[in-house]
């Protein structure tokens, strides 16, 4: 559910990049040692780039800090969202509040 939330609010992150699939070369990472050790369902690896990207609002643009900033941001405000799909009981808040953390966070992380 975390990067489907993340591929319809984060510009930066890309679905078609992402691969679930425990490959043998990633056998000695951190993420499937703790899935297959402690039994953590859902261990993710998010990475970046230092050249650019190739889709999306950022094509053909460096990753800067802002980019990253709002990225980091968006994946907090995607985090809520889970917990709030997980335990809607507990956060009785108004529906449209994450619209506006989303406009927040979109006003401080513009590229320039």
Not at 18 to 24: G, N
Not at 47 to 64: R, V
Not at 81 to 98: D, G, I, T
């Amino acid at each position: 559910a975390l990067p489907k939330i993340l591929s319809q609010t984060a510009p930066a992150f890309c679905m078609g990049s992402c691969s679930f699939v425990v490959e043998k070369s990633k056998e000695s990472t951190a993420r499937v040692v703790v899935w297959r050790e402690i039994g953590v369902q859902r261990s993710y690896t998010m990475e970046s780039t230092l050249c650019g990207c190739d889709q999306g609002k950022y094509k053909g643009l460096q990753i800067g800090t802002k980019e990253l900033e709002e990225m980091g941001a968006k994946f907090c405000v995607g985090l809520l969202r889970l917990k709030r799909m997980a335990s809607p009981l507990e956060y009785n808040l108004p529906s449209n509040l994450l619209d506006i953390e989303n406009e927040l966070i979109e006003s401080s992380c513009k590229v320039t």
